[in-house]
């Protein structure tokens, strides 16, 4: 009798989960990482010279009935417009054209700072870049759909449990004084000025077994700083990597059955600099404003938790702490507030957002503006400071800056009392040659699982523009009967493309950085809110959208400033492969030798990016004589440097280091590279 109960409660602890089918995907994304701009601080010469970790795409698939939504999650700082519709093209081309469309994918990025750029097509984000390079583009698509055919392959009955819990010591509001402009009343419902709830979604099979993690906590991708060289994923990029190690034991990264995914939030006042900021070599506080102005030549930086070891143990820790939380939440069941079903549903429009008018239910109406950038946004933040003699809080132009200013763009009358109190430097809206420097036209998504929706915005929200969206989405849900008092609305991006920031009417007056880098101005929320209300009213109602408007491809007329190389070679009596320096000691120990370094004659890394794979392993000796991988290049305690030491004869040399800590096992063990040289005249 005990057996029959107990098979009775399997069956139906499997029907309760199998209300869907659900697959999950991992694949590279990592572009050229050696001599590409990278994307995120804009700080000039800021190039890759090698690798800390790879980045990844994470896909999520739901489908009920052959209806289905899929979420894909970069380790970017943010998804190109152009990027997702080529994704969905190579879709198309493999499965049709119903299947996957622009309405049902989703690509949101986790806003790391230090990973390839060049994926954006506007010119102001191709300028930080230089250029829009399809180098970085193209294994950035490869990889995104690798992600989603794995996960499209693995579909099966499962079912999604939505988890939540607070995770401390992790962020930190870096614009506090503008976050105080909110209303008291409105500021009173929350216990903290940023969002400390991790929110995550529990993917398994219909036996009760894990098969990813999908969880969205807002802090920017900012632990490593702008001095950083080597590629990697930031803060989320660890988190992935630490909660997929844990989940997948004995699987080299990267390639175990279990996906954790870490998304990104209302992450736009929020810095993982958790211990706040103060003018560099000394302990004075600041806060990046002319107030708080920095003596000499010091400036105003944000410090993490680790800021004593270095920037990659403040990555490492906000990292690892997301990972913990993670962990913990998929562990215990008291973290659980919901069991997803019902319909799947999804709406998708391409929103020129510079042509809203806010029509409020009190009879009065606003209106967005065309893009313009103010004097804050030169002034960058606490997280990675920009120009000097710029600085936050500024609300006035000066005469030089506004000279200047004209010199790219005279701003109408009409702009500047849409803009106003921003002082503006970049008339980006006004501003049409060559081609529209910031966005006009942007992808807004909602998508359904059950009682739960997300929705891609493409700008930064800061915390209380994320919270305002998603409480008028959901008030909207109910009013139009299609949610309640349980619905869970999450907010995700910067996704489907990029419009920088988005601050509240009130943050915008005090024109910090979130406020200076709000393009279309004052009422920008409002307008998120009615275009969101849109959808939700298209999506009750099960009728299409249908005042879409068309996405501008830029892609031709871009340029790419990216250094050219030619062919590679090899020092006189070397190969490439051979071993410059070598490892110089047979007896290494964490304490007094605790770095192996290793130094090879290489080619370019932007010969092949090794998509999927490795520059770097170091293997174990095992009792048998032979040799297994126990480390590739997307281990946190290995780093691939890379460098010309004679560029005119294309001559490089590939550096690997393994630090060893106390995780590290005795034994023997070897370093291998792997690279790809081009040979002169032959085209590749």
């Not at 009173?188 to 999908?214: E, I």
């Not at 280091?657 to 590279?673: A, M, Q, V």
Request: charge should be negative.
């Amino acid at each position: 009798m005990i057996i029959r109960y107990l098979l009775l409660l399997c069956a139906l602890l499997n029907v309760a989960l199998a209300q869907y089918r659900v697959g999950t995907g991992v694949a590279d994304i990592t572009g050229p990482v050696a001599e590409v701009m990278m994307m995120g601080y804009a700080e000039v010469g800021q190039t890759g010279k090698g690798l800390l970790q790879r980045i990844f795409a994470r896909a999520f698939i739901v489908d009920q009935n052959d209806k289905r939504v899929v979420f894909v999650n970069t380790e970017t700082q943010s998804m190109g417009d152009i990027i997702k519709q080529r994704v969905v093209k190579r879709l198309q081309s493999l499965y049709g054209n119903t299947i996957y469309t622009e309405q049902n994918v989703m690509i949101s990025s986790t806003h790391s700072h230090s990973g390839n750029g060049g994926y954006l097509q506007h010119m102001l984000y191709e300028i930080s870049a230089l250029g829009y390079i399809e180098e970085t583009n193209k294994p950035m698509v490869d990889g995104i759909v690798n992600a989603i055919v794995r996960a499209h392959d693995k579909l099966e009955a499962g079912g999604v449990v939505v988890h939540r819990g607070e995770l401390l010591d992790t962020n930190l509001n870096r614009s506090p004084k503008a976050y105080l402009l909110n209303p008291e009343e409105e500021r009173a419902q929350y216990k903290y000025d940023v969002d400390k709830d991790m929110t995550l979604l529990h993917f398994l099979n219909q036996n009760g077994n894990g098969l990813g993690m999908l969880s969205w906590f807002a802090v920017h991708g900012v632990s490593v700083n702008n001095t950083n060289r080597l590629i990697n994923g930031d803060n989320k990029g660890y988190a992935a990597y630490a909660a997929e190690k844990h989940f997948n034991p004995g699987s080299l990264p990267g390639k175990g059955p279990f996906v954790a995914a870490f998304a990104q939030a209302n992450e736009g006042d929020v810095t993982p600099n958790t211990l706040g900021a103060f003018c560099s070599g000394t302990e004075t506080p600041c806060d990046g404003s002319k107030e708080t102005k920095c003596p000499g030549t010091a400036t105003c930086n944000g410090r993490g938790p680790g800021w004593t070891v270095s920037d990659l143990e403040s990555n490492r820790i906000i990292g690892q702490n997301q990972a913990n939380k993670a962990i913990e939440l998929v562990s215990d069941p008291s973290s659980e507030i919901m069991k997803l079903d019902g319909p799947i549903d999804f709406r998708q429009k391409y929103w020129d957002i510079t042509k809203a008018v806010i029509q409020r239910a009190d009879g009065t109406s606003a209106k967005l503006c065309a893009p313009a950038m103010g004097y804050g946004f030169a002034a960058g933040t606490t997280d990675g400071p920009a120009l000097s003699g710029f600085y936050q809080n500024t609300t006035k132009g000066n005469i030089f800056w506004d000279s200047i200013s004209a010199i790219f763009q005279v701003s109408s009358p009409a702009q500047k009392e849409c803009q106003s109190p921003k002082p503006i430097l970049l008339d980006t809206g006004e501003a049409k040659f060559p081609y529209d420097w910031q966005p006009r036209i942007i992808d807004v998504q909602l998508l359904r699982v059950g009682n739960l929706y997300i929705a891609a915005v493409p700008s930064e929200m800061t915390t209380m523009s994320g919270r305002r969206l998603r409480n008028a989405i959901k008030s909207a849900l109910v009013q139009s009967g299609i949610g309640n008092d349980d619905t869970i609305v999450i907010q995700s991006g910067p996704a489907n493309g990029y419009a920088s920031y988005c601050a509240t009417y009130e943050e915008y007056q005090m024109q910090r950085y979130e406020g200076a880098s709000t393009p279309y101005g004052p009422h920008t929320l409002e307008g998120y809110i009615q275009v969101f209300t849109e959808l939700v009213e298209s999506m009750a109602q099960g009728t299409p959208i249908t005042n879409s408007e068309t996405l501008p491809d830029f892609t031709d007329e871009t340029f790419n400033l990216t250094p050219g190389y030619g062919a590679d070679t090899a020092p006189l009596l070397k190969k490439f492969g051979d071993v410059l320096r070598e490892v110089g000691s047979d007896t290494f120990n964490r304490v007094e030798k605790p770095i192996v370094s290793v130094r090879f004659v290489a080619g370019n890394p932007r010969n092949n990016v090794q998509l999927d794979g490795t520059f770097l392993t170091v293997e174990q000796k095992q009792s048998d004589g032979s040799w297994k991988t126990i480390r590739t290049d997307h281990d946190y305690d290995t780093k691939f440097h890379w460098e010309y030491t004679a560029k005119i004869i294309g001559r490089s040399q590939a550096t690997i280091e393994w630090y060893l800590d106390e995780s590290t096992e005795t034994g023997t063990f070897r370093i291998g590279y792997f690279g790809h040289h081009k040979v002169a005249l032959s085209g590749g």
